[in-house]
């Protein structure tokens, strides 16, 4: 079975880094894009990015760009989704996601992980 | 960038009932690159339809997407009781960004 699984739920004050986690199973990781959304809380999905693990090819949202970064690595068939300095307003929960092809539908989900950022 | 606006924003529906749901785009969708998913409280979405009328693997066929071009329509045609949930459709296909709907609540009567 396809399976997304995150990293658990964080709390980190403004100013911190963090760096959260998407491990692919029961697939080839590495013939399929895994891209990041996001839902800041009781609101809609807003696509962050999208990452080809076979050569780390990234494109971004306008919208996100220069605000995170997605990486993965391919030995523990897991993607990443960094902050290097958070802000309140990156509060929300963060779902990783399966696309067949860059632009593709989402056909697998990550269960999510909360991000609170709270001084 | 396409705007995918959906209509009602609540639908306040019985079980047994059909729902249905509307999502329009401010631009022509190419290929029909549009996509429906659902959401229940505390959950993850789920993908029930893409190509604007293929079911994804497991969904039943009391679910079905229709439309092109612009204008979109996910059917539910006999409500049951976990189906309400709130429902996003998306654009997707070609150059990113791939952009949702901002959503339709489906709620008991």
């Known amino acids: 079975d396809v399976q997304l699984v995150q990293s658990g739920a964080e709390v980190k004050k403004p100013g911190e880094s963090l760096k959260i986690s998407c491990k692919g199973s029961?697939?080839?990781?590495?013939?399929?894009?895994i891209g990041w959304v996001r839902q800041m809380p009781g609101k809609g999905l807003e696509w962050m990015g999208v990452?080809?693990?076979?050569?780390?090819?990234?494109r971004y949202s306008p919208s996100f760009q220069g605000q995170v970064t997605i990486s993965a690595d391919r030995s523990i068939t897991t993607a990443y989704l960094q902050w290097s300095s958070l802000r309140a307003s990156d509060t929300g929960m963060y779902y990783c996601?399966?696309?067949?092809?860059?632009?593709?539908?989402?056909?697998?989900w990550g269960q999510g992980t909360l991000v609170t950022v709270s001084s | 960038e396409i705007v995918l606006t959906q209509s009602p924003g609540t639908l306040s529906l019985s079980p047994g009932e059909r729902a249905t749901l509307s999502c329009r785009a401010s631009?022509?969708?190419?290929?029909?690159?549009l996509a429906w998913y659902q959401q229940k409280p505390g959950q993850a979405p789920r993908l029930l339809i893409y190509g604007a009328s293929s079911r994804a693997t497991g969904i039943p066929d009391r679910f079905s997407g229709s439309g092109s071009g612009t204008d979109f329509t996910l059917t539910i045609s006999r409500l049951e009781p976990e189906d309400f949930a709130v429902y996003y459709c998306q654009k997707y296909g070609g150059s990113p960004p791939i952009t949702f709907g901002q959503g339709t609540r489906l709620e008991i009567k």
């Open positions: 631009q022509t969708v190419s290929n029909s690159y």
């Open positions: 996601v399966r696309q067949g092809s860059l632009g593709a539908y989402f056909d697998y």
């Open positions: 990452l080809y693990p076979d050569d780390s090819d990234t």
């Open positions: 029961g697939y080839r990781f590495t013939t399929y894009w």
